[in-house]
């Protein structure tokens, strides 16, 4: 509306200013300069909705049409940066830029098998899910962020009509459409188009990368919910890889008293130490050493295991697991190593050992900015690599997650 | 005091050698003496009248052990069981000669903390019957704690009370995986477990309950006990798991739906014997066969 009104006051000052080349050229120059000014400043200030159509955005600040770019996976191991069309911005949606961008196993699994267990990439997809940037242009019912704002973005969109929905349960809408789970679009992108209820303001003293990260740590937060965890419960960690570390910060935040952190590499069990892990283990990855590793995290621990989270999910891990976990205390499974396993589960049911599944999480982006804006989490050890976003950086990048050992997040600065 | 196994408790006129079924080798039952221990001051002293034969009562005596348990000396099996009161300690308030009761088998510490949060079931200092190296309760006589005796109400018989022990099992499971009136039940097996499983699980208000076997006399039971489907299955292969050991604070609960009919165990007692020499090991090979035999009940 204003937009109209802005530009039929254009109109009529250019006519006046072409009017005015009988004038003299200072006064043409002052008036022209004038009218670019309050122009300017009156785009500065109001709020417009804008039909970006065919990837050519229009938004606010951005004085050139830009084509929206992202990283789609066309093919197996095949990354490539391309023009990225965004969807007409709903009344309760908002264009994010996005400024930082992390990488999840998913998304390198899906680069390397073009499946996730049941979902298959058909067709190209942008991929990247772990992103926080600055929203650029809000429609029309959102009230609760303006443009300029920095955000953290939660990537699943529920139906918000099903039973599981209804009762909270949102995460395991069947209807989810969620960043680069094929056949939905991902945000390793220019810009992306967000319902604005998914996007979270980040506080003053959080980064956008701090931002990006609120996703791995959601996975954690969410398990440290599922089992119950508190004050009162002793925790094992399996897996001292990204989700096995945002589990250890979580379930500290969460008031645990004791955690011991286990893993096959002698890299990330230091990170795991220096990030304040009370004990830490090598283990291996055969099935014989469950005996003899149960006994050595016994004694790191010192005291009953009361919940373990298994953030590896292989027959080894799911099995120690059980075994070290108390009468009564619960098994958390959180990583998805193996899709059928093989555990002793008999015997741990038969001590009421509660195995607890997890998928993704719930209601989580308050709480992981608030324990990133008070400290009580911190994640910035945990991004280890950046790169920029170009064809090659983002194929190197991609190279160095999969790589695992010291690359626990690589991250996108976009 | 009984001592040394003559019994000399009220009611009972002649001295008496307690006798119970002892496993004393593999695939080896005996009725031999059973020495009473002596009665504590919150004892009761209790005249075995029903004791039912549990699926981990054949699988000692065919195996010696079960899981980690292990069977190093002769011990009397048994351990679902109800019977009258002949003689009460000193403490025993709520019970009294001639109260028929059920039993509740396990004896925990209540000094660890799972004893203290109420999860009693899993005490690591556990002493229950007919669990090595713990005697078990298919005897004439047992000497067992007052509070884990329950009196049956009028209308309960005596082969209801020890149906109480396998049912438990049932309703201790509806209560881990929160069963009600909006869960819908699969039951995987129709033996006595499954069946005892479905019976609690409808007793909680479940709605609609599936249950499958392989075995087509047990569907048919459990579609006369009330199954909303049955479904023949196979034995070739194809969440949150959540694991029970055995019950707590089970009894009363068990004992309400008894005596308001809510559940009906008769239909699951499909064999009777008496307790001799012959009948125990008849007894127990006809448990051991499954099928058409779901709850083989001794009559003491």
């Not at chain 1, 109209?4 to 200013?17: G, M, Q, Y």
């Not at chain 1, 050229?25 to 065919?54: D, N, P, W, Y």
């Not at chain 1, 606010?60 to 084509?67: F, N, R």
């Not at chain 1, 976003?389 to 050992?405: I, N």
């Amino acid at each position: 509306m204003l937009a109209k009104k802005t530009t039929s006051l254009i109109s009529p000052t250019l006519s006046s200013a072409s009017f005015a080349t009988t004038q003299t050229h200072s006064t043409l120059t002052a008036t022209t300069l004038i009218f670019l000014i309050a122009f300017t400043l009156t785009r500065c200030f109001e709020q417009r909705r804008v039909m970006g159509k065919g990837g050519m955005s229009q938004g606010e600040g951005s004085k050139v049409e830009e084509e929206n770019m992202a990283a789609w996976l066309v093919g197996l191991n095949t990354l490539k940066i391309q023009p990225f069309p965004l969807p007409t911005l709903g009344p309760h949606d908002v264009r994010v830029r996005m400024k930082a961008v992390g990488i999840c196993g998913s998304d390198v699994h899906y680069l390397k098998t073009m499946r996730c267990a049941d979902f298959i990439v058909k067709e190209p997809m942008v991929i990247g899910h772990e992103c926080a940037g600055i929203i650029e242009e809000v429609g029309e019912g959102v009230k609760h962020l303006v443009v300029g704002d920095r955000v953290a973005l939660e990537p699943g969109i529920s139906c918000w009509r099903c039973n599981l929905c209804k009762e909270g349960r949102y995460n395991l809408c069947p209807e989810m459409k969620f960043f680069a789970t094929p056949p939905v679009h991902g945000s390793l992108a220019n810009q992306v188009v967000h319902p604005a209820d998914l996007c979270f303001k980040l506080p003053e003293n959080v980064s956008l990368e701090e931002g990006a990260m609120c996703e791995p740590l959601s996975v954690g937060v969410h398990a440290c919910r599922r089992a119950e965890v508190g004050p009162e419960t002793n925790v094992l960690v399996m897996g001292a890889g990204p989700i096995g570390l945002v589990t250890m910060l979580a379930a500290r935040a969460f008031g645990v008293p004791k955690i011991v952190i286990v893993d096959v590499d002698d890299n990330r069990l230091s990170v795991a130490k220096r990030l304040g892990a009370d004990g830490i283990v090598k283990v291996t990855t055969s099935l014989e050493d469950v005996g003899s590793e149960v006994e050595q995290i016994k004694k790191a621990i010192g005291s009953n295991i009361d919940v373990t989270f298994d953030c590896a999910g292989f027959n080894k891990t799911m099995s120690t697991a059980l075994a070290a976990t108390r009468c009564g205390g619960k098994v958390c499974l959180v990583g998805m190593g193996h899709g059928i396993m093989t555990v002793p589960l008999t015997p741990a049911a038969a001590r009421e050992v509660d195995v607890v599944g997890v998928f993704r999480y719930k209601n989580t982006w308050p709480l992981c900015l608030e324990f990133l804006t008070s400290g009580k989490i911190d994640v910035k050890p945990l991004i280890t690599h950046r790169f920029g976003f170009s064809q090659k950086e983002v194929e190197d990048a991609f190279e160095t997650s999969a790589r695992g050992s010291n690359a626990i997040k690589v991250m996108f600065n976009l | 005091m009984g001592k040394g196994g003559m019994s000399q408790g009220e009611g009972s006129k002649v001295e008496e050698e307690n006798m119970a079924a002892w496993l004393v080798g593999l695939n080896t039952l005996k009725i031999q003496p059973f020495p009473l221990p002596t009665l504590g001051p919150h004892d009761v002293r209790v005249r075995m009248k029903a004791v039912g034969i549990c699926g981990s009562d054949v699988h000692y005596l065919k195996t010696m052990r079960c899981a980690d348990f292990i069977v190093k000396e002769p011990m009397v099996i048994g351990h679902e069981c109800a019977g009258i009161i002949e003689e009460v300690g000193e403490g025993v308030k709520h019970l009294v000669v001639g109260d028929r009761v059920a039993l509740e088998p396990g004896i925990s510490c209540w000094r660890c903390n799972l004893c203290k949060e109420g999860r009693y079931n899993l005490c690591p200092e556990m002493k229950f019957f007919a669990t090595p190296p713990v005697h078990g309760s298919l005897a004439n006589q047992v000497v067992h704690p007052a509070d884990l005796c329950f009196k049956l109400p009028e209308n309960v018989s005596l082969e209801e009370g020890a149906m109480c022990e396998p049912l438990s099992v049932g309703v201790h499971a509806c209560r881990r995986a929160e069963v009600g009136p909006e869960t819908n039940v699969l039951v995987m097996g129709a033996g006595p477990i499954g069946l005892v499983t479905m019976l609690a699980a409808r007793a909680f208000g479940v709605p609609k309950i599936v249950i499958v076997d392989v075995d087509d006399n047990r569907l048919s039971v459990a579609k006369r006990l009330g199954a909303d489907g049955i479904v023949k299955v196979t034995t070739s292969l194809e969440v949150d798991v959540v694991g029970v050991f055995r019950y707590k604070n089970t009894w009363p609960l068990c004992l309400e739906f008894l005596t308001s009919g809510k559940i009906d165990v008769k239909p699951l007692i499909t064999h009777r014997f008496g307790f001799s020499q012959k009948e125990v090991e008849d007894a127990f090979e006809t448990s051991a066969r499954g099928s058409n035999a779901i709850k083989v009940m001794f009559n003491l």
